[in-house]
């Protein structure tokens, strides 16, 4: 089973493909999507889009996994952070995809074993279950492997 996991942002989006086998979940690929400031709102999402879909069409995952949509003390990001998410939403209902959506409590619950970890105990605990070599950045990664982790312990078969 694979599940990606997507941290949304229209300037950065994180991203973080993992493969449940056997019990056994190991990282297939994680990086950020870029898209440039200096161009419109519009294309910046259309770019977006394109990227997600062509990340889906290469690791062909059953999941796609996000976190709950988090409101900021910042309207703007907010809204800015739910554009980028219903980009990442359409990508995935256009390719058929199961979707997953968790509060920031329960995908540190799920990684760290603890609702209220902090940020480096989250990034710490997915760099120990997925065997990385070093902890994934930017935050972005770190975020969209981490509920990508939770979904699959959520789908149960390792833990």
Not at 13 to 21: F, Q
Not at 94 to 101: D, E, I, K, N, Q
Not at 118 to 142: F, G
């Amino acid at each position: 089973m694979r599940v990606m996991g997507v941290d949304p942002g229209v300037a950065v989006t994180g991203y973080g493909v993992v493969e449940l086998e056997n019990g056994r979940l190991t990282a297939l690929a994680y990086d950020v999507i870029k898209t440039n400031a200096g161009v419109d709102l519009p294309e910046r999402l259309r770019l977006l889009y394109e990227r997600v879909l062509a990340l889906l069409e290469r690791y062909r995952p059953q999941w796609l996994a996000l976190e709950e949509l988090f409101f900021s003390r910042n309207a703007r990001t907010a809204f800015s952070v739910g554009q980028a998410r219903g980009v990442v939403l359409l990508a995935a209902a256009v390719r058929g995809l199961g979707v997953a959506s968790y509060t920031p409590l329960e995908v540190k619950q799920a990684v760290a074993g603890y609702g209220r970890a902090s940020k480096a105990q989250v990034q710490y605990m997915v760099r120990a279950i997925l065997n990385l070599p070093s902890t994934p950045h930017p935050d972005d990664v770190a975020d969209a492997l981490a509920v990508a982790i939770c979904h699959a312990h959520r789908l149960g078969g390792f833990w």
